[in-house]
């Protein structure tokens, strides 16, 4: 309901709640929301809400503080803690570090199962979601973990090193959240233990923490498809928006300049034969819309794993036959209906090839564009919606009146 | 691997596993695999396959397989759980009875935990992946949880709905997969357990599965947002993608002929200041763009909830204003563009405000047609994409010929 409501509304009634329930709201409420919140909150109280929640959600919360304030709140919380946190700042937001949470239960491996209990029992009050116990050796290393079910099921004198589950997936600190989440996903985890450099246990990521990372990473990947950026949603004035969708509009109005110096090249070709205007919308919206079909399915292939960089020959060239299949029959119809409404036969060959041919190469362009930028590590998402519908716009058009001022010339 | 391999050698290969292995590896390959793996199974292997996976999977496979096979299987089979098959499969595939395993344990509420854990210990073999123990009354009805940290922490002679956490969660069988996924994001849980309409316990979903649902359901708004399906990427065959490709572009393509109405309706314009034509493009391009920009952002929130359908209004002004505020940049600069270029400053005026108006029109459209069609009921995806650009095209089109059409009228 927060969330719904003004912003002044928002606050008043924020206020209002005991530091533990307005912990819970601050991981419930929208970016936005969170934002406005934070914005004038008192030092003592947000000392207090911050006591209250995970080391993880702790750290993002300070991250996003000015730097002055977030120092004063880490000067006045307990210190043990205050030392947690400053390390977890120090990791990239986006990275295993960044959105690992440092309350997890550890055994040493020599422990039996009745120490590993004893161990989670004490621990219980602090850690939350706990799946499964991770085993340690004497530096710390990470080298097993026991599930709570292997706990349940095992006699109390066990040894937990015979029962754990020794081959162990972890990931480095420094490890993007994207592939983390792939990894969780793949290996259907509840939790992902992460390691430092020298293999030590310092972390852990909860499976509910990689579900906000895949809801996050879809969001980013569509925003940039769109030629912008999911962070707008955060911002509630036009300008800032407006801001940060201009690089993307800035460069399409450059591309849609050139598209026009193009038709004015041909300016007599237009001249001769007016009515090659009428298809100027159809062949670039076309090719934009073939352009963008196929880069969307290779992107989001890419980013699911389901493409991969191995057969980038043969999904070109399928899509090369794709897009002249519905080049084919997209040309013959406006082809058709080129001559019919204009009575004009030369029209319907000029449109209708032209058509074929913008929409096979962007087809092709569509799909080898994000392959590219994969190969190339810049982000794929990029390089769909402006980029592409931009490039097709162009390559089009060229292609559009460089046919028909050869045709015109050839029967002239 | 067998992703990246020819048909015939996946083929090969797979033939080669033994069915418990061949059963995870249908779970971990890329769909197309998975179809081309079983197009030519024979029966006795693919029973064995079905043998060793959970009940979810193995109705997802069952479900893909022509009607006669399926019967074929089902029938051979031990009878028991060719029963709970047959029961999975009458639940639409999408649903939360679709995606939901019957494997799951559950405990009578008058039970110890002592008991709860022979239970457990019971079902161990046959259950994976155990976060919770389901509390069941007399009818079945399920009147609460305990989670494993919990029977670890209990007393083995206490009463399990001493020890229950009794207000929980739970899911209809008709629920959309999309809502259980919010709902398990929402509450944070490992496992949603899913009861019939009289509340009794049918079954569970794990966390695994809900993370393949929002992957899959991102990859779904992706594709309808580019006006395709993300079901092509099942397909090798170029004419079966350009046949799923192609409504979209058929009704892109009317479009686009519409649009060539409007210029050739303004011919007489046209004739009269061939250089109009020159703009055509980037008018199109930038009320395209503009309207994705905007329709992205708002499906997206729709999806994530992070919008929502109370403050229709204040966000269609909001996206006005930024379109307004884009619209004055961009038609500034290609007016001037159009003066300097041209030489003439008429044209600088007709363009210069009709890319004003185009953009301040489109970045309004853009978010108004998804929130429209979220209140029809209708997926906001589809809205975006060719749907947007199309009406962007033809309304910007229009504003620039008839603005053209009366100024120069006017000025005649």
Known sequence: MLDQLPEEKKRYLFELLDPETAADVLQEVSDLSRDQLLEDIQIPRLEK???????????????????????????????????????????????????????????????????????????????EFVYYLYVTDRRGALVGYVSLAQLVLSRPDQKVSEIMESEVVSVPTDMDQEEVAALVEK???????????????????TVDDVVDVIVDEASEDISKMAGTTDKEIRHDSAL????????????????GILSGTII???KGTLGSLLALAFFIPV???????????????????????????????????REARIGLLMGLMCGVIVGLVAFLWQGNALLGVIVGSAMLSAITVAATMGALVP?????????????????????????????????????????A
């Open 283 to 317: 062949i670039t919206a076309m090719g934009g819309n073939i352009g963008i079909q196929s880069s969307a399915i290779v992107v989001r292939g890419l980013a699911t794993g389901e493409i991969g960089l191995f057969d980038i020959a043969r999904r070109l060239l």
């Open 240 to 255: 800032r928006i407006a801001s940060i969708r201009l690089p993307w509009i800035v460069i399409s109005l450059l591309g």
């Open 187 to 205: 290996y259907d985890l509840a939790a992902m233990p992460v390691v430092d450099r020298a293999g030590r246990l310092v972390g852990r990521i």
């Open 264 to 266: 004015s090249h041909f």
């Open 49 to 127: 809400i911050i006591d209250q929640t995970a080391s993880d959600d702790a750290a993002d919360i300070i991250g996003e503080l000015p730097a002055e304030l977030a120092e004063k709140i880490l000067d006045r919380i307990d210190s043990e803690r205050a030392g947690e946190l400053r390390q977890l700042l120090r990791y990239d937001e986006e990275s295993a570090g960044g959105i690992m949470s440092k309350q997890y239960v550890s055994v040493p491996q020599d422990a039996a199962v009745e120490q590993a209990i004893e161990r989670f029992r004490a621990s219980h009050e602090e850690v």
């Open 371 to 411: 392959l590219v930028f994969k190969k190339l590590n810049i982000d794929p998402a990029i390089a769909t919606g402006p980029f592409v519908t931009m490039s097709n716009d162009i390559v089009g058009l060229f292609i559009y009146f460089g046919l028909a001022f050869m045709l015109l010339r050839l029967l």
